[in-house]
Nanobody
Framework: QVQLVESGGGLVQAGGSLDLTCEVS????????AGWYRQPPGTQRELVAT???????NYADSVKGRFTISRDNADNTVYLQMKNLKPEDTGDHYC???????????????WGPGTQVSVSS
């Protein structure tokens, strides 16, 4: 029943910025966190950033200082602001809803279909 739809992907040159938006709907009360994953072509998915119900955030080392995850509970929206993009940031980006169990995030309440980010040199 949970639906997540990402938008905002596109093509950008290295050093540029993109802002991703995730619109969330459905029965989401059981979730207490959201996370963005990315999947470069031919690779497995990588957790990029998470935000929990208290607004605490975590980032993969590769994006720290460049990406910012945020949310707007009133609008049921999760954001990923990406700056100083690098070619290695290229890939499909997915919004997820899930839970933290201890320090570990589990995307156990839904995935969006993804939005593609392409960063050229």
């Amino acid at each position: 029943q949970v639906q997540l739809v990402e938008s905002g992907g596109g093509l950008v040159q290295a050093g540029g910025s993109l802002d991703l938006t995730c619109e969330v709907s459905g029965s989401i009360s059981a979730a207490n966190a959201a996370g963005w994953y990315r999947q470069p072509p031919g690779t497995q998915r990588e957790l990029v950033a998470t935000i929990d119900r208290l607004g605490r955030t975590n980032y993969a080392d590769s994006v720290k200082g460049r990406f910012t995850i945020s949310r707007d509970n009133a609008d049921n929206t999760v954001y990923l602001q990406m700056k100083n993009l690098k070619p290695e940031d290229t890939g499909d980006h997915y919004c997820t809803l899930g839970n933290f169990i201890g320090a570990n995030y589990y995307p156990n309440h839904g995935w969006g279909p993804g939005t593609q980010v392409s960063v050229s040199s």
